[in-house]
Nanobody, 114 residues
Framework: QVQLVESGGGLVQAGGSLRLSCAAS????????MGWYRQAPGKQRELVAG??????NYADSVKGRFTISRDNAKNTLFLQMNSLKPEDTAVYYC?????????WGQGTQVTVSS
């Protein structure tokens, strides 16, 4: 089973940038569905950015600011977050669809101050 570990979260001022990483314990090159989700206090978990086959999709709220990418050689999924806003504050999780089930990391906190 592939374990996922997120990192890169932290406290940043509005307008700043962070790069999240999701390191997998095994090879990810054969997995085609993966993404970044976030959950703010009192809200449901939502998809922020996803990769499905050769296509990438983003939530409307982050389009033009966030970029998802993968490095198969490093077994890592990334989320580059620019022009951060206070409403981006949440716990961010990565997820990969493996053998019909989603594997999740433990999450990393992102806090954007105004």
């Amino acid at each position: 089973q592939v374990q996922l570990v997120e990192s890169g979260g932290g406290l940043v001022q509005a307008g700043g940038s962070l790069r999240l990483s999701c390191a997998a314990s095994g090879s990810i090159f054969r997995f085609n569905v993966m993404g970044w989700y976030r959950q703010a206090p009192g809200k449901q978990r939502e998809l922020v950015a996803g990769i499905s086959g050769g296509r990438v999709n983003y939530a409307d709220s982050v389009k033009g600011r966030f970029t998802i990418s993968r490095d198969n050689a490093k077994n890592t999924l990334f989320l580059q977050m620019n022009s951060l806003k206070p409403e981006d504050t949440a716990v961010y999780y990565c997820s990969i669809l493996i053998m019909g089930s989603y594997s999740w990391g433990q999450g990393t906190q992102v806090t954007v101050s105004s």
